[in-house]
């Protein structure tokens, strides 16, 4: 069965650094999104994107971050200047459609991302 | 702007009995769905279930079914002869579908803890 993949599963930084955080979605998906979930708290939506550029943006998401489809298979995450307060486990997540009859969201394991 | 509640941090249930995890909704949207997600202490997303909103008819998959009430907006999980390996976090979600079919960000509750004893 076709699965979202994520790496690395665990990244450890240090304040200040930049990271980039990869995923592969499922190959015929057409839209791909980011969500964050901070340790204990709800998952937030970061971003989406579809046709190589962004199609919504939450408010978390700003300037220290960017989204990439280098190629025809990666999705990537980058956070420019890392925070402690970027400390999370980041998902990929992609759908074949945003809307319609069938729209699920497939969400990759995850990326744990500690900040030091 | 869409918000979802559950209300409920921590749920507790013994094995083969049934629990009902409790989530509402706020929307102006009259088209949307609403998902249950599970994730285990592998902090994986898995979709268990999926609610049209313009469908009456409550969805159900095996031992998981819903309480889909759209005038009171409400969209309950019920699990039905617990079993130990659905001991996770449960995640209720929305997704709109506006005007222009163009929904894209899931919204999350902040979940409820559901721990399976034998």
């Known amino acids: 069965e076709p699965e979202v993949t994520q790496t690395p599963s665990h990244q450890v930084t240090q304040m200040g650094q930049e990271v980039i955080l990869r995923c592969v979605p499922i190959?015929?998906?057409?839209?791909f999104y980011w969500y964050r979930q901070i340790l204990g708290q709800k998952v937030e939506f970061l971003v989406s994107?579809?046709?190589?550029?962004?199609?919504?943006k939450s408010e978390i998401f700003d300037d220290q971050f960017s989204v990439e489809r280098p190629d025809g298979s990666n999705f990537t995450l980058k956070i420019r200047s890392t925070k402690l307060e970027d400390s999370a486990m980041y998902f990929c997540?992609?759908?074949?459609?945003?809307?319609?009859?069938?729209?699920?969201?497939?969400f990759g394991p995850g990326t744990r991302l500690t900040v030091l | 702007a869409q918000t979802v509640t559950q209300s409920q941090p921590e749920m507790s249930v013994q094995e083969a009995e049934t629990v009902t995890l409790s989530c509402t909704y706020d929307?102006?949207?009259?088209?949307?769905?609403l998902f249950w997600y599970k994730q285990p202490p592998s902090r994986q997303m898995i979709l268990v279930i999926r609610?049209?909103?313009?469908?009456?008819q409550n969805a159900t998959e095996n031992r998981f079914s819903v309480n889909f009430q759209k005038a009171a907006k409400s969209f309950s999980l019920k699990i039905s002869d617990s079993q130990l390996g659905d001991t996770a976090m449960y995640f209720c979600?929305?997704?709109?579908?506006?005007?222009?079919?163009?929904?894209?960000?899931?919204?999350f509750g902040k979940g409820t803890t559901l721990s399976v004893s034998s």
């Open positions: 994107f579809y046709n190589n550029e962004i199609s919504e």
């Open positions: 609610q049209e909103a313009y469908k009456q």
């Open positions: 929307t102006s949207e009259s088209n949307y769905y």
């Open positions: 997540a992609s759908s074949l459609k945003t809307s319609g009859l069938y729209n699920e969201q497939f």
């Open positions: 190959s015929n998906h057409l839209y």
């Open positions: 979600a929305f997704l709109g579908v506006g005007v222009n079919q163009a929904g894209t960000a899931l919204i």
